[in-house]
């Protein structure tokens, strides 16, 4: 049951582990407050960042402190060199008297928890790359169909659940495809000629025979004139 806290007083289904491992939690300060990060490793390569804000931290700002942590931007001070206190959001480090000489012990004890989330991705395009895949104009997926295609639907579904045999997650996204315009051939453009006549022609007719200048050498010929008249 937490003492304190937006659950003071219920009672809920908690996850404990103890080690003497100080360094799996550190406290980190943020341009958005202070946050505890817990760090459980994970046996498959995949490790969980637990992180906890400061009361009147708002969610998103929670996240985005997170990864602060994450990509060092905002380092956290490890476990081993936290002073006795409150020392972080949900943390403290006491003294507590023993029998006999023991290690120092890392005790923690956190909720259970589910998540689930549905995104619709063409709400922000931009941020998905989904711009231009979803001009109808135009099709965008040759080497998938013959026919041009465009994106005209696109969501995320994503789960996460941690708990005592561990922490599962999977995310599912789905696209539907609708039918683009066909892309416009161009041929370069051609070149034509369109005489017009916007008044009257002149012509000069000519008759008889047409005229000849050839001559055979050493003859001559009274018909080989330049034009013959009637």
Known sequence: MPEAG???????????????????????????????ELKVLGDTATDVHLVLGEDGMTPGQVLGAAVEVLERRSPAVPGHALPY?????????????????????????VPAFGLRADHDLTASPGVFGLTTARDRT?????????????????????????????????????????????PRRFDGGRRRSAPRSTGPSASSP?????????????????NATARTRT
């Not at 582990?17 to 407050?33: E, F, K, M, Q, Y």
């Open 85 to 109: 206190g409150e020392v972080g959001p949900g943390l403290s480090v006491v003294r507590k008297l023993s029998r006999e000489p023991a290690p120092p012990t890392l005790h923690v004890l």
């Open 206 to 222: 000519c008759t008889g025979p047409p005229a000849s200048s050839s001559r055979r050498a050493g003859s001559r010929n009274p």
């Open 6 to 36: 937006p659950w003071c007083g219920r009672e809920l289904t908690g996850l404990t582990r103890s080690g003497a491992v100080l360094d799996r939690v550190g406290v980190a300060g943020t341009p958005a407050g202070r946050v505890t």
């Open 138 to 182: 135009r099709g965008h997926f040759p080497g998938i169909s013959a026919s041009p295609l465009a994106v005209g639907s696109a969501g995320q579904s994503v789960t996460a659940r941690f708990g005592a045999d561990g922490f599962h997650a999977a995310a599912v996204t789905a696209i539907t495809a609708v039918a683009g315009a066909p």
